[in-house]
């Protein structure tokens, strides 16, 4: 397993000094070096002529796109590639595409783009698909109700309202995801709608106030009825639907007594070594199918396994 799962490594410089400069993104914005990812419902245009790449277009062909009016537009500076600013743009407007070029899911982009190893696209676009998201959902104030308009490059939306001026800021939301071990055993669930045999380490969204150890004491309680002590941190993960750190970590369990939450699972079990390491090699079946590799559930699984 790599060290860097899936929507982490992100490849850019940031360059965070530039995102006040006013003067310096509007010229980026118009300049032929700059380039820009198209994003339509969350959903970034890909060029699958060979593999699967982001179909940049240049701010030209954005300006004739869209019109090119950056206040009217959700649109975003993701970082510096060398000198090259890369911009994300949230399309309405209808587009011709090229014979080769879609709109694809960021999942199946993940999937695919790492199926032989790792690969920071998923953490590029996914930051884009993320910002774009929020600035689309930040129109107005949430304090006064009065329009926002986008500032710091799509990382701050400001109130135009005098007398509010409320900056409102990109939101992760944190869910802790547990590994629940007792000896050899370890706990999964299948979430309320999951499909057959589909299980996974427990999650949910952490409380304001909350520790990570809280939250994961909480959760396992409340979800599985199990009684957790010791909570370590393995690992985390930015997951862009909509906009989540996902907080790996293994808890230790104090009993053993499952008493489902019915509301949350389907169903919650525990699962011994051996029957995970046969699934790890035959890739499960109906009755039982590992997480995909996408999840931070199937890495937390395999740091398990390795433990002797
Ligand atoms: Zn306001």
Same mark, same amino acid.
């Given at each position: 397993m790599t060290n860097n799962n899936i929507f =982490?490594?992100?490849?850019?410089?940031?360059?965070?000094?530039?995102?006040?400069?006013e003067i310096w993104l509007s010229e980026r914005l118009g300049l032929e070096s700059s380039r820009f990812l198209l994003y339509r419902r969350g959903r970034p245009l890909m060029d699958? =002529?060979?593999?699967?790449?982001p179909a940049y277009r240049s701010a030209a062909e954005v300006r004739q796109i869209t019109g090119g009016n950056w206040q009217e537009l959700d649109w975003v500076? *993701?970082?510096?590639d060398g000198d090259e600013a890369i911009f994300a743009v949230a399309l309405t407007q209808k587009m011709d595409l090229r014979g080769y070029e879609k709109f694809i899911d960021l999942r199946s982009i993940a999937l695919q783009v790492t199926a032989d190893g790792f690969s920071p696209m998923p953490s590029l676009l996914g930051r884009g698909k993320m910002l774009l998201e929020w600035n689309g959902r930040r129109h107005?104030? =949430?304090?006064?109700?009065h329009e926002t308009l986008i500032e710091r490059g799509g990382y701050v939306r400001k109130c135009m309202n005098e007398t509010c001026g409320a900056e409102h800021f990109p939101r992760t939301d944190p869910v802790v995801i547990m590994l629940v071990t007792q000896g050899d055993k370890c706990l999964l669930g299948r979430g309320v709608g999951?499909?057959?045999?589909n299980y996974s380490a427990l999650a949910g969204f952490m409380e304001p106030g909350e520790t990570i150890e809280e939250a994961t004491r909480r959760e396992v309680l409340e979800e599985a009825g199990i009684k957790v002590g010791d909570v370590t941190y393995m690992k985390s993960q930015p997951w862009p639907f909509p906009s989540t750190l996902m907080i790996g970590v293994k808890a230790q369990a104090l009993t053993t007594d499952i008493t489902l939450d019915d509301k949350e699972l389907a169903d919650a079990r525990w699962f011994d070594k051996a029957a995970l390491q046969e699934s790890f090699e035959t890739g499960g079946d109906s009755s039982f199918r590992i997480p995909?590799?996408?999840? *931070?559930a199937r890495y937390l699984l395999e740091e398990w396994l390795q433990e002797t």
């Open positions: =982490s490594g992100f490849p850019l410089d940031p360059a965070d000094h530039f995102r006040g400069d699958v =002529s060979e593999g699967m790449q500076f *993701i970082g510096l107005f104030c =949430s304090c006064c109700g999951w499909p057959e045999g995909p590799k996408i999840a *931070i």
